[in-house]
């Protein structure tokens, strides 16, 4: 509250006369009334308010006193969930090979995370140890989105075939050594694309993952039957790796139209199995038969990147809407969403609404009404809801408003408002640059 003395100023002064609550010592900063809360974690789907202050989650209750708060938004008929976790995105954008995922193919993620509720994007090994740095100076350091990262196997990273094939650029003891110097920030190592016969890169990566003490994702490239998916998920992977593109078809994911037994072995000796939507891995006639066996995902992830998020995958709340299409329930698919990944890449303060987490929120609607939605190949599958981001914070901060739920009617505001602002819009829009540890 101590900013919010010296922050007076003429702008305030006609704000008071608005709104003279402003002038108390209020316990909150900001108060979410009348949601539907999902909160997986606390196992919590209910009508719930949540006050946020200095950037935590300060209480989830019914009916916290309107008085309490500086600001008081009216969520009602709305869900609030915690911020979503995507943890399969390619993010370096501005750099690299032509086509590659360190380079145009990447996207910017502040233009594409926020407004789909998302404050959190775990990179997927679009940088390996080479280029990590760089990555986090031209993009981690100035994001509003979280953003983390899996190392890639590869030094270079994802920068095409030739780079990606390289098994002389796989090396574990380095790769370790950068994740551990970014430690909390680098939350696993990923290998991706590899076409070869070998087990080479999957066992690099689970080296490092050792050395570093982090998880292992898994693209796990071109099929060959010298290294079968089922010695992959059984015999290769560790329990709490990740197998990422679940129903990508590619590598026999369903075997005579039934879920891989190794799957299922792999599932319960804990390996992850996460979607990887992206441009190349999702398919109906994969999906649908496999979430009817009940093998649905430990988490939902977009494999954002200007090819997939221009054709069958659109933003994560696109891919959730896919399970709620399949018959999923809206609780299941928040928890794969936020705090199944959360844990997956063991930042367990994030991707629920504890007292005390970080205040990441998103605010959502379901729209009923007929919509379709589209795989890797192009089929279509009809579903009646989907849902919308209205509102997204970020450390407590809203980071993206569509409706302007948080903002003041224009007649409202003093007369000249262009140039007297709003000192609550001030005091809840963040700064650009973050600061680590992420
Ligand atoms: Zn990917």
Same mark, same amino acid.
């Given at each position: ?5 010296v922050?007076?100023?003429?702008a ?9 609550? *402003? ?12 949601g539907? =809360? ?10 719930r ?7 935590? *989650?300060?209480l ?23 911020? !979503? *976790?995507?943890?399969h ?24 995370? !926020? ?10 090994g ?18 509003k ?11 270079a ?9 390289? !098994? ?47 998880? =292992? ?23 709490? /790796?990740i197998?990422?593109?679940?129903? &990508? ?8 139209g ?20 992206g ?7 994969i999906?649908?038969?496999? *979430? ?10 977009? /494999?954002l ?8 995958? @659109? ?21 794969? &969403? ?5 844990r ?5 303060e ?14 959502? &609607?379901?729209? @009923?009404?007929r ?6 190949y ?11 981001c209205?509102?997204?914070?970020? /450390? ?5 408003? !569509? ?11 003093p ?17 650009p ?6």
């Amino acid at each position: 509250m101590g900013t919010r003395t010296v922050r007076l100023s003429a702008a305030f002064a006609l704000a008071l006369a608005i709104a003279p609550a *402003v002038a108390q010592q209020q316990k909150y900063d900001l108060l979410l009334k009348g949601g539907h =809360v999902v909160d997986p974690k606390n196992q919590l789907s209910a009508v719930r308010d949540v006050a946020i202050a200095g950037g935590k *989650v300060a209480l989830v209750a019914s009916n916290i006193a309107a008085a309490d708060a500086s600001k008081v938004v009216d969520v009602s008929g709305l869900y609030v969930t915690p911020g !979503l *976790v995507d943890i399969h995105v390619h993010v370096f954008a501005g750099t690299g090979e032509r086509g590659s995922y360190a380079g145009d193919n990447s996207v910017y993620p502040d233009g594409f995370t !926020l407004r789909a509720g998302v404050t959190t994007v775990v990179d997927a090994g679009s940088s390996g140890w080479r280029s990590f740095e760089d990555f986090k100076d031209r993009v981690i350091d100035r994001s509003k989105t979280r953003v983390l990262a899996l190392l890639n196997i590869v030094g270079a990273g994802m920068r095409g075939a030739r780079f990606e094939n390289d !098994l002389a650029d796989m090396e574990a003891k380095p790769t370790a050594d950068m994740a551990l110097r970014h430690k909390g920030i680098v939350v696993g190592i990923k290998t991706a694309h590899y076409a070869g016969p070998e087990w080479t890169p999957v066992e690099r990566a689970v080296e490092a993952g050792t050395i570093a003490n982090v998880p =292992v994702m898994v693209d796990f490239g071109t099929n060959h039957a010298e290294r079968p998916l089922a010695d992959l998920v059984t015999k290769k992977l560790r329990p709490g /790796d990740i197998y990422t593109h679940m129903y &990508s078809g590619l590598r026999n994911e369903l075997v005579d139209g039934h879920v891989n037994p190794g799957m299922r072995e792999g599932r319960q000796r804990g390996v992850i199995f996460d979607v990887g939507h992206g441009g190349g891995s999702f398919v109906w006639r994969i999906a649908a038969p496999a *979430v009817k066996e009940g093998f649905v995902p430990d988490s939902i992830s977009t /494999d954002l990147h200007i090819g997939s998020m221009n054709a069958g995958m @659109k933003d994560m709340l696109n891919v959730m809407d896919k399970f709620l299409a399949m018959g999923q329930s809206l609780d299941q698919v928040v928890r794969w &969403s936020t705090w199944n990944p959360a844990r997956e890449i063991r930042r367990e303060e994030l991707g629920h609404l504890s007292v005390g987490a970080p205040a990441d929120v998103a605010v959502l &609607s379901v729209e @009923k009404g007929r919509f379709g939605f589209v795989d890797i190949y192009g089929a279509r599958l009809a579903g009646t809801q989907k849902l919308v981001c209205e509102l997204t914070l970020r /450390d407590g901060k809203v980071v993206y408003d !569509l409706n302007g739920l948080t903002r003041q009617d224009w007649t409202t505001l003093p007369r000249d408002y262009r140039q007297t602002g709003d000192a609550k819009w001030d005091a809840l829009t963040p700064a650009p640059v973050r600061r680590d540890p992420r």
